[in-house]
């Protein structure tokens, strides 16, 4: 469960192409690569991996149904975990890509069957799933319900949830 062995250090044509495919140079790459290689020293994150890293983050979400859209996402080459590139990629996506690459991941997320394109019942399986997850956020108490003040508590500390929720 978790990671699964692969080289201690990055080859010249992996560092070349994470430095062309995202915004970190050589010494951030080396450190991410680091810290890789600490929570997978087999150079493999695998879903239930991910999940717990997940919940690490998010211990309110309901982390396991939107983990596999997300790993889903990362897991570009379709082999059933992430490889440190794929980690890399999916972490300067999600937060230094430009708008069209977050898009971009966002609508392969909504497209749960990889087909191309996304239906309603995709988007609102991802929509509901989200806000879930935003809901378990806010719920300091965990009773079900928010109160103004968990209500305002979670808008005030998320900017992009208050926009989403306060236009």
Request: charged content about 30%; overall charge negative; glycine content about 6%.
């Amino acid at each position: 469960m978790g990671c699964f062995v692969s080289k201690d250090k990055l080859t010249k044509e992996d560092m070349d192409f994470l430095k062309t495919h995202t915004s970190y140079d050589e010494t951030t790459i080396k450190e991410w690569y680091k810290g890789f290689k600490q929570d997978c020293p087999n150079g493999r994150l695998t879903p239930a991996k991910f999940v717990d890293m997940y919940k690490m983050f998010f211990p309110s979400g309901n982390a396991v149904e939107f983990c596999d859209h997300v790993f889903r996402t990362f897991d570009m080459d379709k082999n059933g975990y992430i490889d440190f590139k794929e980690f890399l990629q999916a972490i300067h996506v999600t937060s230094s890509g430009t708008p069209e690459e977050k898009l971009k991941w966002a609508f392969r997320m909504y497209d749960v069957d990889g087909n191309g394109v996304i239906d309603i019942q995709e988007m609102t399986k991802i929509v509901q799933e989200r806000a879930k997850n935003i809901f378990a956020k806010m719920d300091e108490n965990n009773d079900g319900q928010l109160t103004q003040d968990e209500f305002l508590k979670g808008c005030l500390q998320d900017e992009e949830l208050s926009k989403m929720l306060a236009p």
